[in-house]
């Protein structure tokens, strides 16, 4: 097949657990079929196209700068984003150089199949019945929950304002594509109770098991806790929040000299702040290889009271051999098998009271592990989800005689 592939960044650098699957998946992809992939691209970060050959045939970066969130040029787009139906986080991706790169496309190419990766860039999409939409979450629970959990009146207000349109907005794209991929059956009968959709299918998670698999000579384990993902995404940072103001000291308590590692892109100014009034709490940003704080974990957290989708992150440390404490909308839509490889708790006291048996019992926390990563070993590869996403694509590939070029 020949597959446009449309998203609004390039893979590389790879920090995100999206970019993670979407990765992984078009490497598989690749190996069969000739991939076209358009997306954003900031100028300044020339790696991501320059990696593309990786997984598609032809790239076509569209020159974009993502206003700074702390700058008068994110204000504005802030206070455009307030009175537009469609949300903030959506309308500062709108980019007619996008638009008019793909309608050329689509007018000159023959393609099979057309992919929208993930929601946002559907608002630079000339024509939406055309194509197959992946939902790596279902954006409005994502709103929702920060609403639920936000601080103060006025982030509350925003993030049901967000929800709300976020809901208007998923409804209206989901409803109006060929196809809606979800990544967890949990998503697909949500967004079929939500949207009343019944073009949905679902393709599994895949993890790459002997890329995270230690190496024999691996060091002991230096640190307590780690927390791994991109520390600019919103419920990671509420996550890590939570975690430090609720869970930390009631672990503490116990084990005074608790440590904990936060690894991950881009860190927010509130949690730099965490590492400046702890020196047993590091921030790391960016770094070029995560599986080393994996490896040097003895436990991995994952306390998120918001998000969508699945969370790789969760999969990638059981191939790590590093066992999991997860509240159950961490583990949300995963293949697990509580309590024996991975330990869920919902509140700061259960969630300690896991921290704590794994940190001070080994052999739970081998016998953890071990389940772990059975797991992943024996059921979760990439290729086969890979196969699934392949299937859906042949099944809606575009017919010989439809016209896909906007008028």
Known sequence: MKILWVSTVFLHPTTRGGQIRTLELLKQL???HEIHYAALANPDEPEGPARSPEYCSRAYPVPFHLADKRSPAFLWQLLQGLVS?????????????????????LAQERFDSLVCDFLTPAINLPRLES?????????????????EHASGPLRRAYFRTQAADMRRFERQICRAVRHVVAVSEADAELMRSLYGLENVSVIPTGVDVEYFTPPASSPPRATDLVFVGAMNYLPNIDGVEYFVREILPLIRRRRPGCTLTVAGRDPAPSIRALAAADLRIRVTGTVPDIRPYLWDSAVSIVPLRAGGGTRLKIYESMAAQTPVVSTTIGAEGLTVHPPADIRLADTPEAFAAACL?????????QAVALAGSQLVASRLSWAQAARHLEEILAQYRLPVDEEVSHP
């Open 131 to 147: 194509c197959v939409l992946f939902q790596h979450n279902v954006e409005v629970l994502i709103w929702q929950r920060l609403a």
């Open 30 to 32: 690749h190996r069969r």
């Open 357 to 365: 048996e794994l940190l001070e019992n080994p052999a739970a926390r």
């Open 85 to 105: 139906p469609v949300p903030v986080v959506t309308f500062r991706k709108r980019w007619p150089a996008m638009k008019t790169l793909l309608e050329r496309l």
